[in-house]
């Protein structure tokens, strides 16, 4: 068991993006799965399944975004920013722009997780839970 599922996801990612695997397995859970979906959203993965029939909990089977000419990945980095020591909260007007709009950082509101762009279209603050670019 993790204390911080959230870091064990990204780590995940980031490890898979580092032996260029295609796909990566990750435990389900909501937060896991908005996350998830973000990234779809925003274009970093190229898709996504869930599979609850892998065990009791839950799996997420990612499908990751590789240039096709250069190899490189979609995510250059995933950035953890609200550990369970430390929380980072933002209000509306302070949320953080990451590489001035070209990355986005993941928000978790009152009304779910989204991009810190969605937040701030629904004029909305929270924890900043991570950056991704």
Avoid: F, W
Avoid at 75 to 93: C, D, H
Wanted: charged fraction near 25%; glycine fraction near 6%; proline fraction near 4%.
């Amino acid at each position: 068991m993790t204390t911080d599922p959230i870091a064990d996801y990204l780590t995940r990612v980031r490890n898979a993006i580092k032996a260029k695997h295609r796909t990566v397995e990750i435990p389900l859970s909501n937060i896991k799965k908005a996350i998830t979906e973000i990234l779809h959203d925003q274009g970093y993965i190229q898709h996504y399944k869930l599979d609850s029939e892998a065990n009791v909990q839950g799996t997420i089977k990612i499908a990751l975004k590789y240039d096709p000419n250069t190899k490189e990945s979609a995510i250059v980095k995933l950035k953890r920013v609200s550990k369970p020591g430390l929380r980072k909260y933002a209000k509306t007007n302070a949320l953080p722009k990451v590489l001035n709009g070209l990355g986005i950082a993941i928000i978790s509101t009152s009304k779910g997780v989204m991009s810190d762009k969605e937040a701030r279209k629904m004029n909305v603050g929270g924890e900043v839970l991570c950056y991704v670019y």
